[in-house]
């Protein structure tokens, strides 16, 4: 069965402390892998697409790699305004209709 | 903004009547998808559209229904709306040009069910 698991849950960092995400899958075939951040009350906001393993993509203080089993999201240097949950999806190769699986999110805190 | 807009935003009903959500796009995209999000679960798939009156179930499909009558409409229906089905749905769509794989996701509707 295709799973995707989030860790940690929750996650407090100061203002300017590192840290990273991480997002273990299994899946029959990967196609892609996503990430997305959602603020209290709003839908998920894309961040990042990943295909292959090796990929790494960036954007302002946030980098995205993936591995064959897991994905990480990289925070530098984080401000307050990073602070919220982060979503990971997968997408099976064949799966029907591009069809996402989602993990239960890491909620982060960031605090100034 | 994907173009993407859900109504109503917020809804309290009462078991056993009927409720209907709406999903509209502007930008003429062929897949729409509702899901619902609950604590302590992930995004869950309910049904899928790929193309005008094409749809299919997905993960928690049972006790919802949908109609897709034009591209640009996306409904999902719950017939006899229970407690279980209090959550927050969001709509989303696939194929922005260049990122054909990405979904892009509705800012939700809150549904309370009493």
């Known amino acids: 069965e295709d799973q995707v698991t989030q860790s940690p849950e929750a996650l407090r960092l100061q203002e300017g402390e590192s840290s990273s995400l991480n997002c273990s899958y299994t899946?029959?075939?990967?196609?892609?892998l996503f990430w997305y951040r959602q603020d209290p009350g709003k839908g998920p906001e894309f961040l990042f697409t990943?295909?292959?393993a090796g990929e790494e993509k960036e954007k302002e203080r946030l980098k995205a790699t993936l591995t064959k089993k897991e994905s990480f999201l990289h925070i530098t240097a984080p401000k307050p305004e990073d602070s919220a949950t982060y979503l990971c999806?997968?997408?099976?190769?064949?799966?029907?209709?591009?069809?996402?699986?989602f993990g239960k999110g890491t909620k982060l805190s960031v605090k100034p | 903004d994907a173009g993407i807009t859900q109504s109503p935003r917020h809804k309290v009903t009462e078991t056993g009547t009927p409720v209907t959500l709406r999903c509209h796009q502007t930008?003429?995209?062929?897949?729409m998808y509702w899901y619902r999000q609950d604590p302590g679960h992930g995004l869950r798939l309910i049904h899928y559209s790929y193309g005008v009156k094409d749809t299919d179930k997905g993960e928690v499909s049972d006790g919802y229904s949908v109609s897709r009558s034009k591209t640009e409409d996306f409904l999902l229906t719950l017939e006899s709306a229970t407690s279980s089905q209090t959550s927050v749905y969001f709509c989303a769509i696939k194929g922005l040009a260049g990122v054909t794989d990405t979904q892009y996701f509705g800012p939700g509707t809150r549904l309370t069910v009493l």
């Open positions: 930008e003429n995209h062929r897949y």
């Open positions: 999806a997968v997408q099976a190769r064949g799966g029907s209709q591009g069809n996402l699986i």
């Open positions: 899946v029959s075939g990967l196609r892609g």
């Open positions: 990943l295909y292959s």
